[in-house]
């Protein structure tokens, strides 16, 4: 081979090796996608669904590069929460937990499972270390601008510093339900009953969902409403009774058994009062889980 043609080879390879991970980000091109009817087919797959034939709503569109980029190769699983903040900042709950082996093939072998394989840290089979060159679970709690830019991540597994049971915080085992007051506080609950941990990593212990979690924004620990059950019984609710409202709150938060034969869509109100609710806090403001 040519001293060129080396040259050349190496300076790729080298580039490679530098830069794992990295896509070609393509230029802007308006004609090339009015030309393919992208467009057209994005509007007309999205929108608001199950209007009366007579009824007037806003129109709404899919926003495919909503949010922007993500940092660190993260990547996010199911979304258990959302939520538009006061200042119109978007907070994203979402459940790292969920992600399959390709999502999160960039986690490496750091721990084994119960025949002392290697496996990654939401128990995936990892013989030969990382899977591929994308991604990595982002953290829980995740605020955006209007425009998509992440302004703060934190919580979670991927971030376990920020609740800490020494200081009187269980993180749920299947996010769930995220509210913002508007002093800034984040509540944050859970709706797993967590009867069969996979035995992960990552996996919760400490029982079934029944807690709401207020941090601040930056993601400080503050305090916890509620608490966690046992594997083996059936996981406790936290239900916003008064959902419309009262003078002196947001509502008042009852603590309830979940009963297999509860009618299905009952008024959080009415289900309380017949299936043996206790007030635990009347709050200024609740997350609604």
């Keep these: 081979m040519r001293p060129t043609l080396l040259a050349v080879f190496g300076a790729v390879l080298a580039a490679c090796v530098a830069a794992p ?3 070609q980000t393509p230029k802007p091109d308006r004609a090339a996608l009015a030309a393919t009817g992208i467009l057209e087919r994005l509007a007309e797959r999205t929108g608001v669904y199950g209007v009366p034939p007579t009824a007037k709503t806003p129109g709404f569109i899919a926003d495919a590069g909503w949010p922007q980029k993500l940092p660190n190769n993260w990547i996010i699983g199911q979304v258990g929460g959302l939520y538009v903040a006061p ?24 721990h084994q499972d119960k025949d002392g394989k290697p496996v990654d ?20 709690v995740m605020e955006f601008d209007a425009s998509g830019k992440l302004l ?13 049971m020494e200081d009187g915080c269980v993180w749920p085992a299947s996010e769930h339900g995220i509210f913002v007051d508007h002093n800034g506080f984040v509540y944050l609950g859970g709706n797993s009953r967590n009867a069969d941990p996979n035995g992960s990593a990552w996996a919760s212990n400490n029982g079934a969902d029944g807690m709401i979690l207020k941090f601040t924004k930056d993601g400080k620990f503050v305090m916890t409403i509620g608490g966690h059950g046992s594997h083996d019984s059936l996981y406790i609710r936290l239900v916003l009774v008064d959902w419309l409202g009262s003078a002196t ?41």
């Design 249 to 289: 709150g947001f509502g008042r938060l009852f603590r309830q058994p979940k009963l297999e034969g509860a009618p299905r869509g009952e008024h959080p109100a009415e289900a309380a009062r017949e299936h043996g609710g206790v007030e635990l806090v009347q709050p200024r403001a609740v997350a609604e889980v």
């Design 21 to 23: 991970g990295q896509a």
């Design 121 to 140: 840290v939401l128990g995936f089979p990892r013989p030969y270390g990382v899977l591929g060159d994308c991604c990595v679970p982002a953290p829980s």
């Design 152 to 164: 703060r991540a934190w919580g979670g597994p991927a971030d376990p510093g920020k609740c800490r």
């Design 87 to 110: 200042d119109d900042h978007i907070w994203v709950y979402q459940r790292p937990r969920t992600l399959t082996n390709d999502e999160a093939a960039l986690t490496d072998a750091t």
